[in-house]
C-alpha cells in the first residue's frame, strides 16, 4: 500500500512521524474518513468542510489547500486500485521538539499530515443489522470536533463486543448522544427522529446527507432528544456514518425492535443515500 506522509508518497512500511508527534503524544490532531465507491469519493467536499472547521476550533493551521488534499484522495485512490473502501486522513498540531502541554510555536513546528487507504470490497452492498447496547457517555465535551481521542468510543466497542452485541449508543442525562463512531435515529409512525446538532455529537457528514435526501422526499424529520427506553419502543433505528453509510439496528440493550429485520424506512433512506452521493461522488 502506498502511504502519504507530509508531502510524500511511500510504501507504507517506509512511512513514519515522529515519537514528539502531538497526535502520538497528546491526541493533539484531528481527521477525516471519506468513503469510496466505484473508485470515486463520496462527499469530498462536506469532509473537506468539517476538516478545517475542526482545525480552526484548535487553531491549527490548515498545512494543505482543499484543492491539494483531493489530488491526494484521488492519487492514493488510483495507486492502491481502490474501487470500494475508505481514505483515512490525520493532520496533527505537529512533532515538537520536545514533550510540553503549551502548544508549540506554528512558525517552528508544522502539522503532519497522513493520508492511507483502506480497501473495503462490498462495502455498497454490506447491510449488517446491528445490535448495541447502552454505556454510559463520558467523553469530553467537544465532540463536535472529530479529534483521535478515540479510546472511549473504542472501549464502548469493545464493551459491546464482550455482551455479544456489535455496537454502543452513547447515553448523556437519560438520552442518546450518538453511537461509538456514528449518529443514531429511530423512526416512530414514519418519522424519523434524531438528536439535534450540538457540542454534545460529532456532525456527521452522512447525516447531513441523509436528512436532506429525507426532506427532499418529503419524509418527515424531527431533531431532539430520545431515551434508550423510546429507542426499544420504535418501529426501526438506524445509525449513519460515512464508513457505513445507513445500517439497521435491530436490537437495544437486548430486547428486539419490530420483526428484527430492516426497516423500511432505513431501507429507503440507504438506497437514496447511495444514489444520490454516486451522482455527485469525484
Ligand atoms: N459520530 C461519531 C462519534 C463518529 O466518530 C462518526 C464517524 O466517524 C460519526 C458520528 C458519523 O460521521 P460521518 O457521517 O461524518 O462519518
Do not use: C
Not at 176 to 187: F, H, P
Request: aromatic share 8%; charged share 30%; proline share 4%.
Amino acid at each position: 500500500r502506498t502511504v502519504y506522509v507530509n508531502g510524500e508518497y511511500l510504501p507504507e512500511t517506509e512511512a513514519s512521524v515522529s515519537i514528539f508527534d502531538r497526535g502520538f503524544l497528546f491526541a493533539d490532531a484531528v481527521y477525516e474518513v471519506t468513503s469510496v465507491l466505484g473508485g470515486k469519493l463520496i462527499d469530498f467536499d462536506g469532509h473537506a468542510v468539517r476538516l478545517e472547521r475542526s482545525l480552526n476550533e484548535l487553531g491549527i493551521e490548515s498545512p494543505i489547500s482543499k484543492e491539494d488534499l483531493l489530488e491526494v484522495h484521488r492519487n492514493l485512490v488510483k495507486e492502491n486500485g481502490i474501487d470500494e473502501g475508505l481514505v483515512y486522513l490525520q493532520i496533527s498540531r505537529g512533532a515538537d521538539s520536545d514533550r510540553d502541554f503549551v502548544f508549540p510555536d506554528t512558525d517552528k513546528v508544522k502539522p503532519t499530515v497522513v493520508l492511507f487507504t483502506q480497501n473495503k470490497p462490498g462495502l455498497a452492498e454490506t447491510v449488517k443489522p446491528i445490535k448495541v447496547i447502552s454505556v454510559e457517555d463520558i467523553r469530553w465535551g467537544r465532540r463536535d470536533i472529530k479529534t483521535v481521542q478515540l479510546l472511549y468510543p473504542s472501549m464502548g466497542k469493545m464493551m459491546a463486543k464482550a455482551a455479544g452485541a456489535d455496537d454502543a449508543w452513547l447515553v448523556e442525562d437519560g438520552f442518546v448522544t450518538e453511537g461509538t463512531s456514528n449518529n443514531a435515529y429511530i423512526v416512530k409512525g414514519g418519522k424519523i427522529i434524531t438528536r439535534a446538532l450540538s457540542n454534545d455529537i460529532l456532525h456527521g457528514i452522512t447525516r447531513a446527507a441523509v436528512l436532506r435526501f429525507a426532506r427532499e422526499a418529503q419524509m418527515e424529520v424531527e431533531e431532539r432528544n430520545f431515551t434508550i427506553e423510546e429507542a426499544q419502543e420504535a418501529d426501526e433505528a438506524f445509525f449513519t456514518s460515512a464508513s457505513a453509510f445507513v445500517m439497521p439496528v435491530v436490537e437495544i440493550d437486548g430486547v428486539q425492535l419490530g420483526d428484527g429485520q430492516p426497516g423500511p424506512v432505513m431501507t429507503r433512506l440507504r438506497e437514496i443515500y447511495l444514489e444520490e452521493s454516486l451522482k455527485k461522488a469525484e
